[in-house]
C-alpha cells in the first residue's frame, strides 16, 4: 500500500519543537515501515495554522493520493483544527479512494460511531486552537504592557527604545492621538469621523502619509478588547 507523508508545524511562539515537520516525517516514516507502506511523496507546511485552509502543501498531498492509497499524518490535528475544514479534508482524501491515517490518537473505521468521535475529536482540537490563541493574544498584550518588545514594529502609541531595542516606550505625540480616539469613541463618532478629525488635528501623527479608517479602526478595535 502507498503512503503520503503530510506534515504541519504550527508558527505559534509556544509550539513544541519535538513535533517539528523534520520529527513528525520520521515518526510516520516508522510505521509506515511497520505497516509495510510505501511512501510515495511527502510533503510539508511550515510555520502555518491548522484553522488556515490555503495550505498548498496539503491540498498537493491530496491531489498525488491514488486509490487505496493513505494520508499518513501524525496527529489528526496536523491536517485540521476545526471541524469544518476537517470535514472538507475528509471528503476529499475519500474521493480519491484514500484513506488517512494517524500514527496517534486515531480512531479505526469508518462506522458512524468511528465518525462520530473523530468530529468530537477536532472540536476539541478547534477548542484548544482557540484557547491558544487568546492566551497568547493576551500575553503579549501584557508583555507589551509591561514595555517588551514582541514583533518587527512597536504597536501604534509605543515606540522601540533606542537604547534597548528589546523594549518598547510610549510615544507621546502618538499617545496624544490614542487619547483623541478613544474620546471620539466614547462619544460613539464612526471611524470615519473619528479619521476625519484625526486628519484635522494629528495628522503628522499618522504612520502613513495621512490617516485612513482601516489603521483607525484597528486602534478601535484594539482598544476595545483592552
Known sequence: MNAVIYTRFSPRRNANDSE???????????????????????????????????????????????????????????????????????RAVNSKGASIVAVTGDIDGNGDEQVMIRQIISVIA????????????????????NGRRMGRFAPYGWKIDEEDGSRIVKDLDEQKALELVAQLHKLELTPAEITKRLNEVYPECSRAKKWNRKSVGKIIERMDKI
Do not use: P
Not at 34 to 46: A, E, Q
Not at 74 to 90: G, H, M, P, T
Open 126 to 145: 478547534e477548542y484548544e486552537r482557540k484557547i491558544t490563541s487568546t492566551r497568547t493574544s493576551f500575553a503579549m498584550k501584557q508583555h507589551q504592557r
Open 20 to 90: 517539528s515537520c523534520e520529527i513528525q516525517e520520521a515518526i510516520c516514516r516508522k510505521l509506515a515501515t511497520k505497516k509495510g507502506y510505501t511512501v510515495t511523496d511527502i510533503f510539508h507546511d511550515r510555520d502555518v495554522s491548522g484553522a488556515d485552509e490555503y495550505r498548498e502543501q496539503l491540498w498537493q498531498a491530496i491531489e498525488s493520493l491514488t486509490k487505496g492509497s493513505v494520508l499518513l499524518v501524525f496527529k489528526r490535528d496536523r491536517l485540521a483544527r476545526n471541524v469544518y475544514l476537517s470535514e472538507q479534508i475528509n
